[in-house]
């Protein structure tokens, strides 16, 4: 386990317990979706010919979409309700009711960590960037709304902007809950934010797949060299 940081008044808690914490099965159910996401998209099927049943394409098709939708939705849960966990524990079920619930989910991962350890988030760094971007694709389909038929195809231009940019937010809604974890458990110093940890040396009885095992290695190295990158600039 990793010691424990401190700012002036307060001590970052390195241990703690919760009832009803959802943001774990919340993970689960994101990695679930993402590795069968990740499957599909590798092992597309080709398009039928002219004269050739397309339904196995098209049963394919909705399961990446649905897939891809659970993965956008349950991650940005996921980090939800980690958001009030860590500033229940560190700063009182009251404080974090009243004051740091009414907060936007990005705001609450730049003030929480400030309050608790007098450090923040790396502005415009790979977490803060794929964690607005989840947000900005959790909204689109919550608040999703069709639009109208129409024979000359002027609406088609926006529906297939939203198609392809669609794997993209899949992609960046699973790592924004990793690359959140790793940066505040170095902000931090402690393995305790309320999110699965994703650091080497943390043991977990979650066996992923080996394509999400890549890509978690993959925002380990995105995390290390933002790091290094922030350290040679003599930022704190």
């Known amino acids: 386990m990793m010691q424990s940081g401190t700012n002036e008044n307060l001590i970052v ?10 943001s774990w099965t919340y993970y689960e159910i994101a990695e679930e979706a993402y590795a069968l996401f990740l499957t599909e998209e590798e092992n597309r099927l080709p398009l039928p010919g002219h004269d050739e049943d397309p339904m196995q394409v ?3 098709e909705k399961r990446i979409r649905v897939a891809g939708v659970k993965t956008i939705v349950f991650s940005a849960m996921c980090i939800e309700a980690a958001a009030f966990d860590f500033a229940a524990v560190q700063l009182g079920d009251s404080y974090a009711t009243q004051y740091l619930d009414k907060l936007d989910l990005v705001s609450k991962w730049v003030v929480v960590p400030k309050i608790v350890s007098g450090k923040s988030l790396k502005e415009g760094g790979p ?7 989840l947000v900005r694709s959790r909204n689109a389909l ?8 129409d024979p000359e195809g002027k609406y088609m231009a926006a529906v297939e902007k939203a198609s392809n940019a669609f794997p993209d937010n899949v992609h960046s809604a699973f790592k924004a809950v990793v690359l959140l974890s790793l940066e ?3 902000l931090l110093d402690v393995v305790s934010a309320g999110l699965p940890p994703f650091e080497k040396q943390v043991v977990s ?3 992923p797949t080996l394509q999400i095992k890549k890509v978690i290695e993959r925002c380990r190295v995105i995390h290390r060299d933002s790091f290094n990158s922030s350290t040679h600039n003599g930022a704190p």
């Open 13 to 22: 808690q390195d241990s703690w317990a919760r009832v009803g914490a959802l």
């Open 58 to 60: 098209m049963e394919q």
């Open 127 to 133: 977490a803060l960037n794929a964690l607005r971007m």
């Open 142 to 149: 919550v608040h999703q709304k069709s639009l109208p038929f």
């Open 184 to 186: 505040l458990n170095e």
């Open 205 to 207: 009885s979650n066996q």
